[in-house]
Each structure stands twice: as C-alpha cells, then as structure tokens.
C-alpha cells in the first residue's frame, strides 16, 4: 500500500513539471534552443543546415532535450524563447509551426525509415487523425513523424 502511495505521488509530481516520462533529467534546465531560418527537406542534411546557420557548438535537438528543458522549466518558456506558433491558431503557418528533431538519436523512426521525427505546439488539442509518439504536459507539445514535408529545425547548444 505504502509502495501504491509513493508511486502515486512521484507520477503526481512529474506530471505537474510538464514531464511525460518517469525518470528525473539532469541537464535540461540549461539548454539554450534556437531554430533555423529555414526550412528543410527531412532528407537534406539537417546538421549541415544547423551549424551553417547558427554555429558549430549548435546541434538538432533531441525530443529528450525538449523533455529535460520541461522538466527543469515551464513548457510555456521554451515556446517563447523560440516563438513557437500554435498549430491550428489564428494566423498560423502550419508548416512553420513544426521543428524536425530527433529521438534517442535517430532521425528517422525504425518502424518505417522514411518518416522523420518532429515536435510540434499544440496546447492540449491534438486532431484526432493525428499520430502522437510521445508527448509533454498533456499534448501541450507532442513528437510526431512524417516525411515529404519541409520544416525548421530545432536546434539546442548544450
């Protein structure tokens, strides 16, 4: 019983950080994000086009950078700090609201190697034909995949 407590309590916890894994990070917190100017094929050379454009101590981003920042920090602080549109919203441009990134390393997802992986805003409303691979803070921001599409990219400097 006291174990049930516990474990309730720690998701609890996560949860109210934005976190959508069980496991505390260590370094998130003090990442700094950028994004490329421009947009990009998933099969150009996506770090080629982010050291080209932001310097060589800049790499893509991992979805498990995304989850430390937002463990450490408020969801809301990374969108400003990359002003980072809401998918759908009023104005928006939907192609420019999606950031390629990529996950434990790999750009591309294994189940189907021409999918590339993406993070993408969209404040807890996620469409329903949409494919959520992993999520943060409740689909505030959630990881995708596709392919023939051209995005920016996020970028992070460790």
């Given at each position: 019983?006291?174990?049930?407590?516990l474990a309730i309590s720690i998701l609890f916890a996560l949860l109210a950080n934005g976190c959508?894994?069980?496991?505390?990070?260590?370094?998130?917190?003090?990442?700094?994000?950028?994004?490329?100017?421009?947009?990009?094929?998933?099969?150009?050379?996506?770090?080629?086009?982010?050291?080209?454009?932001?310097?060589?101590?800049?790499?893509?981003?991992?979805?498990t950078d995304v989850e430390d920042f937002c463990y450490h920090n408020p969801v809301d602080s990374?969108?400003?700090?990359?002003?980072?549109?809401?998918?759908?919203?009023?104005?928006?441009?939907?192609?420019?609201?999606?950031?390629?990134v990529t996950w434990d390393s790999q750009g591309f997802t294994p189940q189907d190697p021409t999918?590339?992986?993406?993070?993408?805003?969209?404040?807890?409303?996620?469409?329903?034909?949409?494919?959520?691979?992993?999520?943060?803070?409740?689909?505030?921001?959630?990881?995708?995949?596709?392919?023939?599409?051209?995005?920016?990219?996020?970028?992070?400097?460790?």
């Open positions: 019983m006291k174990s049930t407590i959508s894994n069980s496991t505390q990070p260590s370094s998130g917190g003090s990442l700094q994000f950028a994004t490329t100017s421009g947009m990009y094929a998933e099969t150009d050379n996506l770090d080629s086009a982010v050291k080209a454009e932001l310097g060589t101590s800049y790499r893509i981003a991992d979805w990374l969108i400003a700090k990359i002003s980072w549109g809401l998918m759908g919203g009023a104005g928006s441009d939907t192609t420019r609201e999606n950031f390629f999918r590339h992986y993406f993070a993408t805003r969209f404040d807890h409303n996620v469409p329903g034909n949409w494919l959520v691979l992993d999520q943060i803070d409740s689909n505030h921001i959630v990881l995708g995949s596709w392919y023939g599409v051209q995005f920016r990219v996020l970028a992070v400097k460790p």
